[in-house]
C-alpha cells in the first residue's frame, strides 16, 4: 500500500512539473497552431537564468520570476523575427524552432558549462513531511500547488476575463477578430510570451527538484508534446488530465516494468491518438 | 552585361558528374573523406525514403529515425549475439523495418498536417523508449557495440574502408532506382496528386488511404535498409540514433536539398553530414552553426536547393527570352 501511495506522490508532483511545461505548449500549439520544438529549451533556459540570479544573490521568488520573465522576452523575439511569418508551415516551424533549440542548447554549456546544478530552495520549502512510513517532500508539494494556481489563473484568464475571450476569438477565427477590431498580433505576440513563461517557470521550479543540467532540454520535450497531443492542442483541462497521466504512467512504468518504462508511456499515448487523432479534449 | 540561360540538359549533366565522382573518386581521396563519403551515401538513402512520405504524400514525419533504428538494431543484436550474416540481417532489418512501418501507418495515417506530426512522434518515441530501456535486449545507453563490417562470401573483405564504400554506393544505386521507379510510376503520380488535393483524388476514384499507406511503409522499408547500412558502417548502435533531435535531422535534409525530388534530398544528406564533421573539426560551437542552418534553410531555401536553383533557371531563361 505504502508504494502504491508513494507512487501515487510522485506521479502526480510530476506531472504538476509536466502542466506547467506543457500547459505553455499547448496555449501556443493550440492558439496559434505553432509546432515549437524550443519549448524545452525556454524550460532549460528558465532553470539558467533563475539559478544564475540565485548566484548574484537573488532570493528564490525573484530568481523563478526573473527567469520567466526573461524567456518570455526571448520567445517574443523568437516569434517576431521568425515565427508570426510561418503559420500553417508545419515543416518551416519545426526546422525554424529546432534551429532555435540546438542555437540555445548551444549557447547555455557556453554560458554555465556542462555540470550539472541544483537550485537552492529556501528553508521553508526543504525537508519532509512523514505519515507512518511514508515521505512527502515538501518541495514536491510546492510543485503541486504552483501547477494548481497557475491552473486556476489560467482559466480564470481565459474564461473569464475581456482579454482571455479576445485571445479565444483570435483563435478561433483570426480574420473576423481583427474585423472587429481585436489587434491580433498583439494578442498573439502575448499567447507566444506567456507560453514561453509558463515553460520557463517550469524549468525555474524544476531546477530545485531535478536540477539544471545540459541536455533537459531534450529530455523533458517529448514529454511535453506527448501531454499535449494526448490532451488535445489548445485545451486546458487536456492539458492537466495529460500531465497527471503521464506522470503517472511514467512513475508506474518505471517501478513496475523498467525494461518496458518508456513503451508503457508512448504505447498507450499512441493508442489514445489511434482512436482519437485530435486528442481526447482537442477540437479538429 | 549578357547573362546566358542555363542549357536545358544542364541539371542532367551535373548529377552525372556528381555520380561519377561518387563512383571514381574514393580510392583517391583521404580515408577521412572516404568515411565521410560513406556515412553520406547511408544517409541520403536514408533522406530518400523519407522524402517519400514528406516529399510525395506531402506529410511531414517527426519519427522517421524508428526506421533507421530497427535497421541498425536487428544488425546489431543478430550480428553481435546471433553471428547473423549481411544476407540474414539485410532481411531481418527491412522487414522488421516495413512490417513496423505497417502497424504505424494504420495509426498515423489517421491524421494529417500537425496531428500526423505529433502522432508519428510519439509512436517514434515508442521505439526509442524500448532502445532506451529493453536493457537486456538492446544493451540500453550503453549501446551495442562492436558490430563487424558484413562477410558477403566475396574475395575482397569488407572490412577495408573501399569495398565497403562501394558496398554501399551499390546499395545507394539500388534504392535510387527502386525509388525512382516507385515516384514515376502512375503510383508515384498518384501520390503527387494527393498531395495536391486528397478531395480530387478521392472523387476521380482513387483509394486515397491506401496509396498513402503504401507509400508510408515504402518509406520504412527502406529507411529501414539504411539502417542496416548505418549499423556496419558505424560499428556501434545506440538509442541516439532514434532520438527525436535525428528525426528532425533527416527532416532538415530533405527540406534543404528539395522535397519531392528525391536526389535533392539525397544531396541535403550528403551536405549535413559534411557540414556536421567537417565544422565540428574546427570548432566545438558547430552546434549554433547547424541551428543556423536550420533557420537559414527556412529562411532562403524554404523549397530547398534544388527548387531554388529550378527558380533560379526559370529566372535565368525568362531574361534571356525576353
Excluded: C
Amino acid at each position: 500500500m505504502d508504494f502504491w501511495i508513494s507512487q501515487l506522490f510522485n506521479g502526480v508532483s510530476y506531472g504538476a512539473l509536466l502542466f506547467l511545461l506543457a500547459g505553455g505548449l499547448s496555449l501556443i500549439f493550440g492558439m496559434m497552431r505553432i509546432v515549437n520544438m524550443t519549448h524545452g529549451s525556454y524550460y532549460l533556459l528558465g532553470g539558467y537564468v533563475a539559478l544564475t540570479v540565485i548566484w548574484r544573490g537573488g532570493n528564490f521568488v525573484l530568481a523563478v520570476l526573473l527567469g520567466a520573465l526573461a524567456i518570455a522576452a526571448v520567445g517574443i523575439g523568437e516569434w517576431n523575427a521568425f515565427l508570426k511569418r510561418l503559420s500553417g508551415q508545419e515543416l518551416g516551424q519545426v526546422l525554424t524552432t529546432m534551429g532555435f533549440a540546438l542555437i540555445f542548447q548551444d549557447l547555455a554549456l557556453l554560458i554555465w558549462g556542462g555540470d550539472p546544478y541544483t537550485i537552492p530552495v529556501p528553508a521553508v520549502l526543504s525537508g519532509a513531511y512523514t505519515v507512518g512510513q511514508l515521505y512527502f517532500p515538501v518541495y514536491r508539494i510546492f510543485i503541486v500547488a504552483v501547477a494548481a494556481l497557475v491552473a486556476v489563473v489560467l482559466w480564470l484568464v481565459l474564461e473569464r476575463t475581456r482579454i482571455g475571450a479576445m485571445m479565444r476569438a483570435t483563435v478561433d477565427d483570426p480574420e473576423m477578430a481583427r474585423g472587429v477590431g481585436i489587434n491580433v498580433y498583439l494578442i498573439s505576440m502575448a499567447v507566444f510570451a506567456l507560453g514561453a513563461t509558463l515553460a520557463a517557470l517550469a524549468g525555474a521550479v524544476a531546477g530545485g527538484f531535478v536540477g539544471v543540467y545540459p541536455g533537459a532540454d531534450f529530455e523533458i520535450l517529448p514529454y511535453a508534446f506527448v501531454v499535449v497531443i494526448v490532451g488535445g492542442m489548445g485545451s486546458l483541462k487536456g492539458a492537466l488530465i495529460g500531465s497527471l497521466m503521464v506522470g503517472l504512467l511514467d512513475n508506474f512504468g518505471k517501478a513496475l516494468f523498467p525494461e518496458l518504462s518508456y513503451f508503457t508511456l508512448f504505447a498507450p499515448m499512441a493508442a489514445i491518438l489511434a482512436v482519437r487523432p485530435t486528442g481526447l479534449f482537442g477540437r479538429a | 552585361m549578357t547573362r546566358r540561360a542555363l542549357a536545358p540538359g544542364t541539371p542532367r549533366i551535373a548529377i552525372a558528374i556528381v555520380f561519377g565522382l561518387l563512383a571514381v573518386s574514393p580510392p583517391f581521396v583521404s580515408s577521412f573523406l572516404q568515411a565521410l563519403l560513406t556515412q553520406a551515401v547511408i544517409y541520403a538513402i536514408l533522406a530518400m525514403s523519407l522524402d517519400v512520405v514528406l516529399g510525395y504524400i506531402g506529410l511531414a514525419s517527426l519519427g522517421h529515425a524508428a526506421y533507421l533504428g530497427l535497421g541498425a538494431y536487428s544488425v546489431g543484436i543478430l550480428a553481435t549475439r546471433h553471428g547473423a550474416g549481411f544476407w540474414v540481417t539485410l532481411t531481418v532489418g527491412v522487414l522488421l523495418a516495413t512490417a513496423v512501418a505497417a502497424v504505424f501507418g494504420l495509426v498515423a495515417l489517421r491524421a494529417t498536417g500537425v496531428y500526423f506530426l505529433m502522432i508519428t512522434l510519439a509512436l517514434g518515441m515508442v521505439v526509442w523508449g524500448l532502445a532506451h530501456r529493453w536493457v537486456s535486449l538492446t544493451q540500453g545507453d550503453n549501446g551495442i557495440s562492436g558490430v563487424p563490417r558484413p562477410d558477403l562470401g566475396l574475395p575482397w573483405s569488407f572490412a577495408h574502408a573501399i569495398p565497403f564504400y562501394y558496398l554501399v554506393f551499390t546499395a545507394f544505386l539500388v534504392a535510387f532506382g527502386v525509388l525512382r521507379g516507385i515516384v514515376r510510376s502512375p503510383f508515384g503520380a498518384t501520390l503527387v496528386g494527393i498531395r495536391e488535393s486528397e478531395s480530387r483524388m478521392r472523387t476521380l476514384g482513387y483509394h486515397v488511404w491506401l496509396h498513402k499507406y503504401i507509400g508510408f511503409i515504402i518509406a520504412g522499408g527502406v529507411g529501414g535498409f539504411a539502417g542496416v547500412l548505418w549499423a556496419y558502417d558505424n560499428g556501434f548502435v545506440s538509442p541516439a540514433d532514434l532520438e527525436l533531435s535525428t528525426s528532425v535531422e533527416i527532416l532538415l535534409m530533405v527540406a534543404l536539398g528539395g522535397r519531392g525530388t528525391l536526389l535533392g534530398p539525397a544531396l541535403g544528406a550528403g551536405l549535413i553530414v559534411f557540414l556536421k564533421n567537417l565544422v565540428s573539426v574546427y570548432t566545438q560551437r558547430w552546434l549554433l552553426i547547424l541551428g543556423a542552418v536550420y533557420i537559414g534553410t527556412i529562411v532562403y531555401a524554404p523549397e530547398g536547393i534544388v527548387g531554388a536553383l529550378r527558380q533560379w533557371t526559370k529566372g535565368e531563361r525568362a531574361w534571356a527570352g525576353r
